[in-house]
């Protein structure tokens, strides 16, 4: 059985799409490009699909990812190339490779999110970010199924900074007009409970006041192991990517050191 894995977008309207419809569109797109998906035992047998740390409905993404299983081997590219035919402009497949190593979902401990506050000042956003690093504490509410809940909103945040905007990676379709537009980035650690970019906005309005006039803009840059040295988020498919010319390596010196046959005189 082979094992793939995905990164995917969600981009523009799309941010809106439920991780529920998702499933529904990817699983179609599997069905039209005719992937020979393995499936589970049982009454009702599903694709085998791992969907990993999804974004909040509501956000988008530059940095979503899968992992599905399939019967018989398929060319990665190959493979994306396919899915994106049949997958709806926005939610695109921009990196495939085969599962060589395990522990993907464990490789996800940190996110990278960029916050377009629409009416904000640039200056009064930087402000407003050095007071909430400058706090100890930040607490906030999120509404729960259990009712109220409330936690801090600090801890799990490595960085949140001001960036111009030419420093901005977010997709076109995302950009406002040309009203004012602040833009922070934020680099937030995966604990529990999660803390999620609305907390964060949450935590500016209580720290500092800062409350744009319209709902920010989020999408999610990149996500994967944080890097204590560099203070970065690195990419989780790049061990998949590094074993393969190791794999390719040891091939080669295992025949190296074969004995050699001696051919007809």
């Given at each position: 059985m082979q094992r793939i894995r995905l990164r995917y977008t969600k981009r523009g309207r799309l941010r809106f799409?439920?991780?529920?419809?998702?499933?529904?569109?990817?699983?179609?797109?599997?069905?039209?490009?005719?992937?020979?998906?393995?499936?589970?035992?049982?009454?009702?047998?599903?694709?085998?699909?791992?969907?990993?740390?999804?974004a909040p409905t509501g956000t988008g993404s530059e940095a979503e990812y899968l992992e599905i299983a399939l019967t018989a081997p398929r060319d990665p590219e190959t493979l994306r190339d396919l899915l994106n035919e049949s997958l709806p402009d926005g939610l695109d497949i921009t990196d495939a490779v085969e599962s060589r190593t395990s522990g993907l979902a464990d490789r996800l401990t940190a996110s990278v999110w960029e916050l377009r506050l629409a009416g904000v000042e640039t200056a009064d956003a930087a402000r407003a970010a050095e007071r909430f690093r400058e706090a100890e504490t930040v607490e906030v509410q999120r509404r729960t199924k259990n009712g109220m809940r409330t936690f801090d909103a600090r801890e799990a945040v490595v960085s949140l900074e001001a960036v111009a905007d030419d420093e901005a990676i977010t997709h076109d379709t995302d950009r406002p007009s040309d009203k004012p537009c602040a833009i922070l980035r934020l680099v937030v650690r995966h604990v529990t409970p999660a803390v999620r970019p609305d907390d964060v906005?949450?935590?500016?309005?209580?720290?500092?006041?800062?409350?744009?006039?319209?709902p920010a803009a989020v999408t999610?840059?990149?996500?994967?192991?944080?890097?204590?040295?560099?203070?970065?988020?690195?990419?989780?498919?790049?061990?998949?990517?590094?074993?393969?010319?190791?794999?390719s390596t040891a091939a080669v010196t295992a025949a190296a050191k074969a004995p050699a046959t001696e051919g007809p005189r």
């Open positions: 799409t439920s991780h529920r419809d998702f499933q529904r569109a990817f699983e179609r797109a599997l069905r039209r490009a005719e992937v020979p998906m393995a499936y589970s035992a049982g009454f009702t047998p599903h694709p085998k699909v791992s969907y990993a740390n999804a906005l949450s935590g500016l309005r209580a720290v500092a006041d800062l409350a744009p006039p319209v999610r840059l990149a996500q994967g192991l944080f890097d204590e040295e560099t203070g970065t988020v690195t990419d989780p498919l790049a061990p998949d990517r590094e074993a393969v010319p190791a794999a």
